[in-house]
């Protein structure tokens, strides 16, 4: 999994669970906090990119999020 086609997931730590409760399993991954903050600017709604692959199956999608620094 990469975050903004660049940054990957840390291998630790990871969790699986059902966050939002709508009883699809959820994966929380975390990428380097430093890479993250280089990549994201500051804004009210910034797009986040999260693209992977799982076996044979890509991936992608993206969401909005404040970003205070």
């Known amino acids: 999994m990469r975050l ?3 940054i990957p997931a840390v291998t630790w730590p990871y969790a699986l669970g059902d966050y939002d409760h709508d009883g699809i399993p959820d994966l929380m991954v975390k990428c380097n906090r430093n890479a993250v903050i280089t ?13 992977g692959r799982v076996v044979a199956t890509t991936f992608e999608g993206v969401d909005y999020i404040r970003i205070v620094h």
């Open 4 to 6: 903004g086609g660049s």
């Open 39 to 51: 990549l994201l600017s500051n804004g009210t709604h910034v797009p986040v990119h999260v693209t």
